[in-house]
């Protein structure tokens, strides 16, 4: 199958529902990746069907849990741009700041912009660390893909989060063992844990986890 059929099939199994003009823009935008990737290392190299899968299709079980009508989301180690950038071609909509400390990923990030034509995107060549907490906004939703165990990802987060504002941390099948390692290390946490939902990626049926949380605190 093509990258075009495969972004299809797999996006309808995790039951979304994308136009024409957001599955171009996917696959325009793997065709990039595979091209960026035989001169940079962004992504392991693997077969078209795992790479679809484990970036592109993991990055879009997002998709559903994005809150608001014109969502704000900061997508803090955004590396090849998964799942921020990802989730960006498919809604359009979305307001997204992506963070990425490492230069020639922040250069290929700011091509993939172009080359997509997507508005209301800003790339930040640099690290989240507390003292950004005075330069950059309140984000209602952050989140991250293997960036920190649970426990540091939320105590990273804590000073760009408004009250009410979401976490979603992307993990695999050890995310029980992550969360209860955050509710030892942090009882007294500004965040309260929302909901957890399991997922199988749709070829593989590889186990993913959604663990959102919800800023309980200022």
């Excluded at 498919?90 to 290929?108: D, G, M, S, V």
């Excluded at 990802?153 to 099948?173: D, Q």
Aim: proline fraction near 8%.
């Amino acid at each position: 199958m093509t990258p075009r059929d495969l972004l299809v099939q797999g996006s309808k199994a995790l039951g979304l529902q994308l136009g024409s003009r957001e599955i171009d823009r996917l696959a325009r935008y793997y065709t990039e990746l595979a091209k960026w990737n035989l001169k940079m290392n962004l992504v392991a190299r693997a077969p078209t069907q795992e790479i679809i899968e484990t970036h592109f299709l993991d990055s879009l079980t997002l998709l559903p849990h994005l809150p608001g009508e014109k969502p704000e989301l900061l997508d803090v180690g955004s590396g090849a741009g998964f799942p921020g950038l990802v989730l960006k071609a498919a809604c359009p909509q979305l307001n997204l700041t992506l963070i990425e400390p490492r230069a020639k990923r922040a250069a290929f990030l700011r091509h993939i912009v172009r080359s997509l034509a997507l508005n209301h995107v800003e790339v930040m060549e640099k690290r989240l660390e507390p003292a950004l907490a005075g330069q950059l906004p309140a984000y209602p939703c952050i989140t991250s893909r293997a960036v920190a165990a649970i426990s540091e990802f939320l105590a990273l987060a804590a000073p760009f989060s408004p009250a009410g504002g979401t976490v979603i941390c992307m993990k695999g099948p050890r995310a029980e063992e992550e969360i209860s390692q955050w509710q030892h290390d942090q009882p007294a946490s500004p965040y309260r844990l929302r909901e957890v939902v399991p997922l199988a990626l749709p070829f593989s049926r590889a186990t993913r986890h959604l663990v959102i949380f919800t800023k309980t605190a200022a």
